[in-house]
């Protein structure tokens, strides 16, 4: 549904912001299953969004909250939500880095799992050699597959889209702990990561890339 028709807002808008900022996790949890449930995926995204993003006075963390982030990170994920999901993690780590890390890196975690798997299946069953190093003339910085088979040409699309997907997600989430010193063998765990992809993949670019990103990163911790 649209948030605004012809300048006016959408009542059924205004009514789910209402409806946000006056439940609990259990209940915004509730509500989001029973619209999977019917089919409406895009209606519990939006349902568990504006709760996360609704004002922060009086809200807690606890266990629904952390049902809410996964049940948010799958299905935006499967539905390409990636900046809604950006958003509600934003809020996430407002109300756990200080005190409940462990949560808030159980879910950072599961976010980069799924990324990541979304790639592993898009280059399953493709050797090594029928994926090019990175073309460093490209401005895009994508791989580029050997052959001009449609299937190939396919399968080099989502390739792309993937690694492009996958990279942005590990510099959101490096760039989200970056600042957090409880946090620094998580950040290096997943520094590490795309450092190992780099390597695995010819990825000469994102190595620099990500090596003056974890560079300032150490600066900013020793300070």
């Known amino acids: ?61 606890n266990t629904a909250l952390e049902q809410l982030m996964k049940l948010m990170i799958d299905k935006g994920v499967e539905l390409n939500k990636h900046q809604m999901i950006k958003e509600a993690l934003a809020q996430y780590r407002f109300l756990t880095q200080n005190n409940n890390v462990a949560s808030l890196e159980l879910i950072i975690a599961h976010y980069a799992q799924r990324i990541e798997k979304g790639f592993v299946d898009a280059v399953k069953g493709m050797e ?17 597959i050997a052959s001009v088979d449609l299937h190939l040409a396919q399968k080099k699309e989502t390739i792309e889209n993937q690694w492009s997907l996958l990279w942005d997600s590990y510099k959101t989430i490096l760039d989200f702990i970056s600042k957090n010193k409880k946090m620094e063998d998580f950040y290096n765990t997943v520094a590490e990561k795309g450092f190992a992809h780099c390597k695995t993949y010819y990825a000469v670019n994102e190595f620099k890339s990500c090596l003056l990103y974890t560079s300032d990163a150490a600066d900013d911790l020793l300070c």
Not at 45 to 52: Q, V
Not at 128 to 144: C, F, G, H, M, Q
């Open 1 to 61: 549904y649209q948030r605004r028709v012809h300048g006016e807002f959408n009542l059924r808008y205004m009514a789910s912001v209402l409806f946000s900022a006056y439940s609990t996790p259990e209940q915004i949890l509730r509500s989001a299953e029973d619209y999977i449930s019917l089919g409406k995926i895009d209606v519990a995204l939006d349902t568990i969004h504006d709760y996360m993003i609704s004002s922060r006075r009086g809200k807690q963390w």
């Open 128 to 144: 090594n050699s029928a994926i090019a190093k990175l073309d460093e003339d490209r401005a895009s910085d994508y791989y580029l």
